[in-house]
């Protein structure tokens, strides 16, 4: 029987799909370019500020989390601001809107690096990969899960009942292209926001309330100790460059994220108004997708045990440009569909053998403090993406920016190819 502690840390990788899915990549893009009539350049830049300022704060915590071995509030303060904001974001105007949905962005990815901070200390190195996909993939079924409260909640105002039989029956009829109900109703977007907060609140319980930080220091905030953790804080960074095979890690990962930042944010408008998809439809696929990402964590996370993190992080990097590569030349509901569903397989592998083969680069007792660097790399190379992106779809459109994409990709694969696979041995200085 799995112990507690693991299913609570995967449940909260189940809690905050309900950001990075309905929030990040539908219904936060869609408020803002509908209700509030804003457009993907305005999307692209409160995530780049976000990310400036997430950058700037998360070396102070994550440097405080590893000395004094306190975890869990670094997690469970910021995901209750993200839940408060994000239950009442829809009452704003654009401008308002886009700072309190800065602030999201920067609890989300704070919370996000303890979180993964907590992997080592749950799970031996032999079983890293099988936990890190167990979670990958309970946050996918989370994906399923908290889109399905979604599209009831927006049936419930566009159909006036929650007929569960009838809701399913015109999400299928929708599938196969034999119409269904039209969800986009402004009431139905907007409490949206409130249910999935609730969504988020009730699966972060189980972390909150299972696991405690245990061996934990007394938390020192003077200034003497600000001043030594500032300090420190440029020492180990020059200390991270300097382990083996890190820096290209780094350089992976940054460009990995330039693309994926880019991706969640504008997928569902590609959909929208590249393939014509509607948001029923592109709920549905995206339900399909969440099954074959979980497939993809769980299947790509147990070979990474066998054949190493660093071969399969190769083979879901091709993947990742044969997909984007489809998009470019179809604008087909099917081969988008069926090419989405690959990528999807792609996009669990990747991210969960991402953070394993972190955590066999990164010594254990700065794990904390290293995935706030490898956080603050990723997330300022990845401002690129959202802004870069934004500017190329508003001046020239999509297919320029899916470019842009397979640039970025295939540079993360010769990244890639100089990384060490240690496969759970200890990380060395060059």
Known sequence: MMDKKIVAWALYDLANTAFTSPFATIFWPLLITTTLHGNEFHIGITVAVATIIFSVIVPIIGSISDSTRIRTPFIVIPTLVMIGIIAFLPGFGLYSDLILAGIVIVAYNLSLTIYNALLPDLASEKEMGRISGYGMATGFIGTLLSLIVAYMTLWYYAAGNLNVFQALK????????????????????????????????????????????????????????????????????????????????????????????????????????????????????????????????????????????KRLLQITTIMWILVISTFIFSRSVPVFAVAGLVGSVAFGGSLANSRTLFVFLAPEDKMGEYFGYAQIVSRLAAVIGPVLGGFIIVKYGYNYALLMMIAFVVACFFYLLKVPDLRGKSSEVK
Not at 178 to 196: C, D, N, R, Y
Not at 272 to 293: D, P, R
């Open 170 to 309: 015109s999400l299928f009829m929708v599938a196969i292209g034999k119409g269904g109900i039209a969800l986009e109703t402004q009431e139905g977007i907007s409490m949206v926001f409130p249910v999935i907060a609730v969504f988020f609140l009730v699966f972060s319980l189980p972390l909150m309330f299972f696991i405690k930080d245990e061996k934990k220091k007394k938390l020192d905030l003077s200034v003497r100790k600000l001043r030594k953790i500032s300090s420190g804080i440029v020492a180990n960074i020059k200390d991270l460059f300097r382990i083996k095979g890190m820096s290209y890690y780094l350089a992976y990962f940054a460009l990995f994220s330039n693309a994926l930042a880019a991706i969640d944010i504008f997928f569902y408008l590609f959909a929208k108004n590249e393939i014509g998809m509607s948001l029923a439809g592109f709920i549905f696929l995206f339900m399909l997708q969440s099954f074959g990402a979980g497939l993809g964590a769980i299947v790509f996370g147990k070979m990474a045990d066998r054949f190493g993190t």
